[in-house]
């Protein structure tokens, strides 16, 4: 039966292995440079939303943070332009029984101190996940530590505590980038001192809340790479100071053009627009820790007194998608149709229950969201202006991203316009964020034991029908409950002047990978 069951596994993670994204612009471009690839420069400025707040791949979920330091660290496996999982700094794989998985790690790869890369800096990155209690803990939660081991140099054994397919899959988002133990041990910790890692681009300077220095690191095992040596990340957060900077020439590469300059982006012929949906959802959230917020009628109320297609055509105009699920389109195990719990508004219906819930007068809440996002602003001042129809009375908070998503963890959010991705293309990965041991947990607060151990049986069911069915319920569940409610599918773009080539969007975690690209 154990046999059995471990090839029922190993075809499960060759299937899920192989997913492709709906609209799927392209991911990496394989381990071997291209030949005769030359730029033309040998300097690059990008222009991105978010500042990275730190340089410790480990310690927030926001794919604006893995978009610089995924061009400074790497994972074990990694998705290609074809949605299917490939090799990297895990040069190959088996299964050796359902619950074990069997890593053979690179041979020659070269962290920026100069130490080889071993699989005992593999087992330490994957353990401080954990045992620091980062957001990337959800990633390595299912892995057994005490069973797993180190093989030899080049070998390690991840033992999980039960049959889990989706366990490599995750070991691709940048979350799980993986750090050099030396250099972690002799920093104490401090990135800032030591953000060593393998990948293509070597830390110079960082400049908090302004620009990253990086430089070709000379010693990338994938030789010829990157192709442009000298990369300055810029952070703006200002959407439309962003666009000013691809207008102007200013900047090579501008990342997350707002729906408010897209068109004219678009139709600048100075200006190559490359865009792909993505593999985001957008919520408003209702954290039901905070009073009145726990009581359900209160929050099918906010679900009533909104007109969510009214609100994203206003803040998202043509770009992306309105939500129509709690995943997005073309993820596996996203629910075939949850049209009939989306709400229509309905004024009368949540006076009325807000009166019921004894709040006839209305009540006092705050809404929040991150000050890189210009959409989620706008959506936000809508939200507003619609929730008082029904004298609910908005206070907007906007933060900078690192703050706002430690500040949400921490369960001090009231509502908020989150995302989660489905970074593995498996419904999955979204669903069990949910779950009490998760950091993003906080954010939503919901107690719903029939939920937890609805998902916890999915992500241990070896056959796909029969977990897509589990995953199926749990959506009907988060939209009975009134958890999340789904506004937006992401559209993900970036502006890039024509001389540019090698770029693509990254639908899996937005960590746009910058060694493919080179100046015509």
Request: charged residues 25%; aromatic residues 10%; contains cysteine.
């Amino acid at each position: 039966m154990k046999e059995f069951l471990r090839r029922i596994l190993c075809v499960l993670v060759c299937v899920i292995t192989m997913f492709l994204f709906v609209g799927y612009a392209g991911n990496v471009q394989g381990a071997t440079p291209s030949p005769g690839i030359v730029s033309s420069k040998d300097s690059m400025v990008v222009v991105m939303a978010g500042d990275p707040g730190s340089l410790d791949p480990h310690d927030n979920v926001f794919q604006t943070k893995h978009q610089s330091t995924r061009q400074i660290y790497e994972t074990l496996v990694v998705y290609d332009e074809n949605g299917k999982l490939v090799p990297w700094l895990a040069e190959s794989w088996e299964y050796e029984n359902d619950e074990t998985l069997v890593l053979h790690i690179r041979k020659g790869v070269k962290f920026h101190n100069g130490d080889e890369l071993k699989a005992s800096d593999v087992l330490f990155s994957l353990k401080r996940m954990r045992q620091d209690n980062t957001p990337a803990a959800m990633q390595v939660d299912q892995i057994d530590f005490d069973k797993s081991k180190v093989v030899d140099k080049y070998t390690l054994k991840i033992v999980t505590k039960g049959p889990y397919a989706l366990q490599l899959p995750m070991l691709e988002n940048p979350l799980c980038c993986i750090i050099s133990e030396r250099a972690f041990t002799e920093s104490g910790g401090d990135f800032f001192k030591a953000p060593i890692g393998t990948g293509p681009y070597r830390v110079v300077k960082y400049n908090s809340g302004d620009s990253l220095i990086l430089e070709g690191f000379k010693d990338y095992w994938i030789k010829g790479q990157p192709y442009v040596k000298h990369l300055t990340i810029r952070y703006i957060s200002d959407a439309s100071a962003r666009a000013i900077e691809a207008e102007s020439g200013r900047a090579d590469i501008v990342y997350d053009i707002s729906a408010n300059d897209v068109d004219r982006i678009r139709a600048n012929k100075n200006i190559h627009l490359v865009s792909a949906m993505g593999a985001n959802t957008t919520y408003l959230t209702i954290n039901q820790a905070i009073k009145p917020l726990n009581d359900i009628r209160v929050r099918e109320a906010i679900w009533y007194a909104v007109d969510i297609p009214s609100a994203v055509k206003i803040a998202y105009r043509n770009y992306g998608q309105l939500a129509t699920g709690i995943v997005s389109p073309g993820i596996d195990g996203r629910h075939p149709d949850l049209s009939k719990y989306f709400p229509h508004q309905d004024l009368k219906r949540a006076k009325r229950l807000l009166a019921e819930a004894g709040y006839p007068n209305g009540f006092d809440v705050s809404i929040s969201c991150n000050s890189s996002d210009q959409q989620r602003k706008d959506f936000c001042e809508v939200i507003q202006a619609q929730l008082a129809a029904v004298n609910i009375r908005v206070k907007i908070d906007v933060m900078e991203a690192t703050q706002w998503t430690s500040w949400l963890c921490q369960g001090k959010g009231e509502l908020a316009v989150y995302g989660y991705t489905a970074s593995t293309g498996e419904a999955g990965r979204v669903l069990f964020r949910w779950l009490p041991d998760k950091s993003e947990w906080p954010i939503f607060s919901w107690v719903n034991q029939e939920y937890y151990d609805t998902i916890r049986k999915a992500l241990a069911t070896v056959d796909i029908e029969k977990r897509n069915k589990l995953y199926y319920k749990c959506q009907e569940m988060l939209m009975e409950n009134y958890v999340a409610l789904p506004v937006w599918h992401k559209e993900l773009n970036a502006a890039c002047k024509p001389n540019v080539r090698g770029f693509r969007i990254t639908p899996s975690y937005e960590q746009h990978y910058l060694q493919y690209v080179y100046f015509e």
